[in-house]
């Protein structure tokens, strides 16, 4: 079973950053895309940015300049660089990656709080 493990979350102020890390374990043979999902309280979760395999990446218009994706294909692992937050990028922020089959899985979520 492929399980997320994310970490990296936390209180920052606005103008500050942050660095989530997200490492997929578990009978993973091939990864077809690792990314960033967040959910703010009362809205729908949404994609902030997604890396495959290919090395492609994509973007969230709300995120594009201050967020940068990478992955490290040796490790299995996902980093979301989190530059000048702003206070709307408050949410919950999963991890999410496609593996063999093609199935998808999550993670558990970290709360990323953007306060002053």
């Known amino acids: 079973q492929v399980q997320l493990v994310e970490s990296g979350g936390g209180l920052v102020q606005p103008g500050g950053s942050l660095r989530l890390s997200c490492a997929a374990s578990?009978?993973?043979?091939?990864?077809?895309?690792m990314g960033w999902y967040r959910q703010a309280p009362g809205k729908q979760r949404e994609l902030v940015a997604a890396?495959?395999?290919?090395?492609?990446?994509s973007y969230a218009d709300s995120v594009k300049g201050r967020f940068t994706i990478s992955r490290d294909a040796a490790k299995n692992t996902v980093y979301l660089q989190m530059n000048s937050l702003k206070i709307e990028d408050t949410a919950v922020y999963y991890c999410?990656?496609?593996?063999?089959?093609?199935?998808?899985?999550w993670g558990q979520g970290t709360q990323v709080t953007v306060s002053s």
């Open positions: 578990g009978g993973i043979f091939s990864i077809y895309l």
């Open positions: 999410y990656t496609i593996v063999q089959g093609p199935t998808g899985y």
């Open positions: 890396a495959t395999s290919g090395g492609n990446t």
